[in-house]
């Protein structure tokens, strides 16, 4: 399950949102995420389905790839729905029992929010699939730029937070790693209840913080050995330019977000 985390993971494929400025695919996302909190009905998510299942063809990365990443969350959904089913007051109550009451308003709610989910997570997934580290961190430096006057650290927020996307994957694998070394020893993390498993997972954190800190101390010494000085001075081999398919990429999804906020109205 930890393997089918997508997110922070790159997909290098020759597609039309690959070829997108990074800066562009940055502001799509917030747009998209925007977009998914303005709308309130199926119809306004029915929409947004289309449209995310067009950008997904034209990713050109494999729908059961992206798709994936949502068993690692699929808890966290069924939690989310439960919460909503039963917390939800509404007037069409459809079983009772004590103080817990199961209304068609929570169950609509229910799935507005699962859907919700599943789109806010596939949507954020094609932005570290379709960008490569380097890129993303160039957008979000370009993006941070005009903070610097007033003494925002824009390279080094971009640096971090791309490095934070890069190590998921990472972590994630040496975390399956170290769980697989102690079953083999006898370790049981799929058997008892919900208290006992993560009793179980305990023992994981020590050698993965020791880990995590190993792979920062290399990654500290690589970056040394090649005179990294940070964002003073620094130049690009490749200059990032907006090009007509990225003002027409914002167009779109500007459209997008107009058309869920008139739904909301109407």
């Not at 699962?114 to 949507?123: D, E, M, Q, V």
């Not at 020893?185 to 997972?201: H, P, Q």
């Amino acid at each position: 399950m930890l393997r089918d985390i997508t997110i922070g993971q790159y997909y290098p494929v020759d597609s039309v949102l690959h070829k997108l400025d990074a800066r562009v695919k940055i502001l799509s996302t917030f747009l998209f995420i925007t977009a998914l909190f303005i709308v309130d009905s199926f119809v306004g998510y029915g929409i947004i389905f289309f449209f995310l299942w067009a950008v997904v063809y034209l990713s050109k990365v494999p729908s059961g790839f992206i798709f994936r990443g949502l068993r690692g969350i699929m808890a966290i959904i069924l939690i989310t729905v439960g919460i909503n089913v039963f917390m939800t007051p509404g007037e069409q109550i459809l079983w009772e029992f004590s103080f817990i009451k199961i209304s068609i308003e929570g169950i609509y709610a229910a799935g507005l929010i699962a859907t919700r989910l599943i789109f806010l997570i596939t949507g954020s997934s094609l932005l570290t699939l379709t960008t490569s580290p380097i890129q993303l961190t160039d957008g979000i430096e370009s993006l941070l730029g005009p903070f610097k006057r007033i003494g925002v650290p824009a390279h080094e927020i971009a640096m971090m937070m791309t490095i934070a996307l890069r190590f998921i994957p990472t972590l994630l694998e040496e975390t399956d790693k170290i769980m697989k070394a102690q079953m083999a020893r006898g370790a049981d993390f799929e058997t008892g209840g919900i208290i006992k498993r993560a009793r179980s997972l305990i023992p994981l954190l020590v050698p993965l913080f020791i880990s995590a800190f190993r792979r920062a101390d290399e990654l500290a010494m690589a970056m040394e050995a090649r005179c990294y000085r940070g964002g003073e001075n620094r130049t690009r081999m490749k200059q990032a330019v907006i090009q007509k398919r990225d003002h027409k990429a914002l167009a779109v999804m500007g459209l997008l977000v107009i058309m869920m906020i008139l739904l909301r109205i109407l």
